[in-house]
């Protein structure tokens, strides 16, 4: 009998987890002036405990940054991420889950490519290069790299641009360094 309780406690406690509403949050940020700027206020954003990081979108033009959150965020929990970098994020605010942006576009991969670690500093037009791929249309990228290479591999596609793009960072297990393109599919 104790045994079916505690299923049946687990099994509401589960349900009602799986039904909590998702919060969606804005925020203000000053300081942003570049691509490579939105991708350390979106990075930061993303590793708030309950933050969905796919669903974080920052305007760069109106200096606001928009997420999804499984659990309450505080405007000190926020401010807190942003101590050290540069950012002042002010004026959290729960808004419609309807302003969410969200990415619904489709996405086909455009380039990928493999880096070798002893060639980063020869190819850094080639990933300037690709920024400029990326800005001119709708698009997301992921690279996987180990976790030092980060800012290196984006500071060349991101820095000085004003268009935001998706960028997700993975930490390699290796010292394997891929990027992957993807633009937004035209004409579905």
Partial sequence: MMNRLILIMNLLLLSSHLLAAELVYEADVEGMVCAFCAYSVSRN????????ADSVDVDLDKGKVTFSAFSRVSEEELVSVFSDAGFRVSGLREVDP???TGNNDDYQLALELTINQNSLSALESVLESV???AAGNSSKMVLTAPSAYEEDLLKPILMGRRQVMKVSFVPAVDDAIQLQLFLAATGN
């Fill in 45 to 52: 954003v993303s590793g708030l405990p309950g933050v969905d």
């Fill in 98 to 100: 309807g302003v969410a």
């Fill in 131 to 133: 920024g400029d791929l």
